[in-house]
Antibody, heavy 122, light 106 residues
Framework: EVHLVESGGGLVQPGGSLRLSCAGS????????MTWVRQAAGKGLEWVAN????????YYMDSVKGRFTIYRDNAKNSVYLQMDSLRAEDTALYYC???????????????WGQGTLVTVSS | SYDLTQPPSVSVSPGQTASITCSGE??????ASWYQQKPGQSPVLVIF???KRPSGIPERFSGSNSGNTATLTISGTQAMDEADYYC?????????FGGGTKLTVL
């Protein structure tokens, strides 16, 4: 069975850093694009970044470019989101999700983790 | 940037058909997906590539996409379908979600 488990969230001051992790199991992790999506409390879904199977292609939403870095370690079946220069508006529940089809980017996500909460506040 | 517009809320009586729209410029030229999210839960993919249902999704969920509008249709709506629904597209690696529609079954 496919599982995605996020960790690393917490309370951080504005300007601080945090690294989120997402561990996958039950599927061929190295064969799928992976993505991070966030959701502020009471708000909608917001795509953050995605990364190709081998890490050679990466895309970010405009507001996190230069501050967030997505990367993966296929040997550990994990994808990460390094978040620097955090702002109050980055406060959200962060989900990782799996692109549905192996080896290509389809842009739709069939498995999601339960999310990890990031709070940016002084 | 590309924007997707959804109505904030839709109401439907049990057993009736609910339609949730998603509008965007030349949306029909892209593939649309739909996600269902119930309170306190992670999103669930219910429609992908405009019309396809993942395994395990009931047949009462269907989708269409043409022109500037994609539509999620739920036939014979049940109380368990009450949730937030989000449309989504991607283009050149960038993913966009609609603002979400709260479906109320009453």
């Amino acid at each position: 069975e496919v599982h995605l488990v996020e960790s690393g969230g917490g309370l951080v001051q504005p300007g601080g850093s945090l690294r989120l992790s997402c561990a996958g199991s039950g599927f061929s992790f190295s064969s799928h694009w992976m993505t991070w999506v966030r959701q502020a409390a009471g708000k909608g879904l917001e795509w953050v970044a995605n990364i190709k199977q081998d890490g050679s292609q990466i895309y970010y939403m405009d507001s996190v470019k230069g501050r967030f870095t997505i990367y993966r370690d296929n040997a550990k079946n994990s994808v990460y989101l390094q978040m620097d220069s955090l702002r109050a508006e980055d406060t959200a529940l962060y989900y990782c999700a799996r692109d549905q089809v192996m080896n290509i980017l389809t842009g739709y996500y069939d498995y999601w983790g339960q999310g990890t909460l990031v709070t940016v506040s002084s | 940037s590309y924007d997707l517009t959804q109505p904030p809320s839709v109401s439907v009586s049990p057993g009736q058909t609910a339609s949730i729209t998603c509008s965007g410029e030349t949306l029909g030229e892209k593939y649309a997906s739909w996600y269902q999210q119930k309170p306190g839960q992670s999103p669930v993919l219910v429609i992908f590539e405009d019309t396809k249902r993942p395994s395990g999704i009931p047949e009462r969920f269907s989708g269409s996409n043409s022109g500037n509008t994609a539509t999620l249709t739920i036939s014979g709506t049940q109380a368990m379908d009450e949730a937030d629904y989000y449309c989504q597209v991607w283009d050149s690696g960038i993913v966009v979600f609609g603002g979400g529609t709260k479906l109320t079954v009453l």
